[in-house]
């Protein structure tokens, strides 16, 4: 998808055949399985099932000739990588042009191998960057202490994850004694995250705009 390209509800465009549509939104869902560098694309194309027009078959369109043209590109999980578990988490603050909800993305790495991801738009409205950020991260300590319990199946314990975030005040508010009057509005459930870093469950930390894999969850690529 183009960083350029907004895509609307188009009411004014042309309606299209929906079997056509839903079918190949369907078959590249499938894709995602494998594909992660597509999914924020696919999910936000998949948004427009009930009333797609002419402009979203022809945005979707355009993923079909990207995956024609990288079909060289794949994951790739070499051997004797560790089990050293590190999250990132990040979110897109009022990125949906519609309704103006953010989208959450979550991808964590054990070495070098990607084992999962997640691109979900959230069900309610953020007020700030740093709360659509701290319920990213939020959703990336769920992810990090699922991972930590799995690995005791394998008699293998992990210490503190590391969770990466770009945004410093996010980050501040896991920590900070304090909870700030711009941060009431958050949700109870999601000032587990602070409780879990306070047990040294997990950490967080920043790491630069320009290396942050989970970018391509939640923004064009």
Known sequence: MSRKRVLTLDK?????????YRGMIGSLLYLTASRPNI???????ARFLEDHKVSHLEAVKRIFRYIKETQHISLWYPKDTGVNVLVYANSDHAGDVVDKKITSGICPFVGSCLTSWFSKKQTSHTNSITKSDYV?????????????QAFVDYNITLNEVPILCDDKCAINLTS???????????EIRHHFL????????????????????????????
């Open 194 to 221: 602070k409780d879990n870093v306070a047990k040294n469950h997990v950490t967080i930390d920043k790491i630069p705009l320009g290396e942050y894999e989970a970018n391509i969850l939640t923004k064009p690529f």
């Open 176 to 186: 900070s004694p304090i909870d700030y009057l711009r941060t009431k509005h958050i």
């Open 136 to 148: 990213a991260a939020g959703r990336g300590c769920q992810q990090a202490l699922w991972m930590k």
């Open 39 to 45: 999914m924020f694309s696919v999910f936000l194309y």
């Open 12 to 20: 004014d465009n042309e309606s299209i055949d929906s079997t056509k």
